[in-house]
């Protein structure tokens, strides 16, 4: 199971939020190349960013720094998300050097588009699901959907998308812990891998996680955390890389 470093970009900078809102922002570096190069040096083997203005604003806002990290660090993987929402904006993140790219409410609202991007682009593309007691978040979590998670991961499989980044609402950037049971029982229900997200707050929760990763969980993104120092990602990665051994 990976650990995968989080860099939330507003405004440039890398920020984290607290459960999606803009105005809860806490600032960790105004120089989100040197914090990728931080984590490429402490054994990063991905790297997790998201464009919180593009998420908002419906296109691209912070592209020019994601190339800028992806230049920097030509030999890590990074997946982006964030205002991701027609076939243009996805070959230019590809082009610019990332590897996957999330796409998040447009996979909702339109799920055809999904099938036609895994078509154009196999092997790029992961679904990001939000979700709050079993049901589908959208729009920077502001609306909650009548869509069920289970069935939503279901179709996105059948599409042919490479992986689910899969996040309790309630536990993003609260630093309670991750909902470790929802996130093995939505791995148990599809064949692809899920990627836990939110809620991951200290080296047991890496260990929870990695005790049941061979469910089907691959990664496991973490922010808040790592920068607070509630976590140490070396000793994280370290500790998923041995109970995989076992």
Same mark, same amino acid.
């Given at each position: 199971?990976?650990?995968?470093?989080?860099?939330?970009?507003?405004?440039?900078?890398?920020?984290?939020?607290?459960?999606?809102?803009?105005?809860?922002?806490?600032?960790?570096?105004?120089?989100?190349?040197?914090?990728?190069?931080?984590?490429?040096?402490?054994?990063?083997?991905?790297?997790?960013?998201?464009?919180?203005?593009?998420?908002?604003?419906?296109?691209? !806002? @912070?592209?020019?720094?994601?190339?800028?990290? =992806?230049?920097?660090?030509?030999?890590?993987? $990074?997946?982006? /998300? +964030?205002?991701?929402?027609?076939?243009?904006?996805?070959?230019?993140?590809?082009?610019?050097?990332?590897?996957?790219?999330?796409?998040?409410?447009?996979?909702?609202?339109?799920?055809?588009?999904?099938?036609?991007?895994?078509?154009?682009?196999?092997?790029?593309?992961?679904?990001?699901?939000?979700?709050?007691?079993?049901?589908?978040?959208?729009?920077?979590?502001?609306?909650?959907?009548?869509?069920?998670?289970?069935?939503?991961?279901?179709?996105?499989?059948?599409?042919?998308?490479?992986?689910?980044?899969?996040?309790?609402?309630?536990?993003?950037?609260?630093?309670?812990? !991750? @909902?470790?049971?929802?996130?093995?029982?939505? =791995?148990?229900?599809?064949?692809?891998?899920? $990627?836990?997200? /939110? +809620?991951?707050?200290?080296?047991?929760?890496?260990?929870?996680?990695?005790?049941?990763?061979?469910?089907?969980?691959?990664?496991?993104?973490?922010?808040?955390?790592?920068?607070?120092?509630?976590?140490?990602?070396?000793?994280?990665?370290?500790?998923?890389?041995?109970?995989?051994?076992?």
């Amino acid at each position: 199971m990976l650990v995968i470093p989080a860099i939330d970009l507003k405004d440039g900078k890398c920020v984290r939020l607290r459960q999606g809102r803009m105005e809860e922002e806490t600032v960790f570096s105004d120089n989100p190349v040197e914090v990728a190069r931080r984590w490429v040096d402490a054994g990063a083997r991905r790297l997790h960013m998201v464009d919180l203005n593009g998420a908002f604003a419906g296109k691209p !806002v @912070n592209a020019d720094v994601i190339k800028s990290v =992806a230049e920097a660090c030509p030999e890590l993987p $990074i997946q982006v /998300g +964030g205002g991701i929402r027609d076939e243009e904006t996805v070959q230019a993140y590809l082009d610019a050097g990332v590897q996957y790219v999330i796409i998040g409410t447009r996979a909702v609202s339109t799920p055809h588009f999904i099938n036609d991007l895994c078509v154009e682009f196999p092997g790029h593309i992961i679904v990001g699901l939000d979700a709050k007691d079993g049901k589908v978040a959208v729009d920077g979590w502001s609306k909650l959907s009548k869509h069920d998670v289970f069935d939503m991961a279901k179709h996105f499989e059948q599409d042919g998308v490479e992986a689910i980044v899969y996040t309790d609402i309630s536990r993003d950037g609260m630093m309670n812990g !991750v @909902n470790v049971e929802s996130t093995m029982k939505l =791995a148990q229900h599809v064949k692809i891998p899920v $990627i836990a997200s /939110g +809620g991951i707050t200290s080296i047991d929760d890496i260990r929870a996680l990695s005790e049941v990763a061979s469910e089907g969980i691959s990664g496991a993104i973490t922010g808040r955390a790592i920068y607070e120092g509630t976590l140490d990602f070396a000793e994280a990665q370290k500790l998923a890389d041995e109970l995989a051994k076992d």
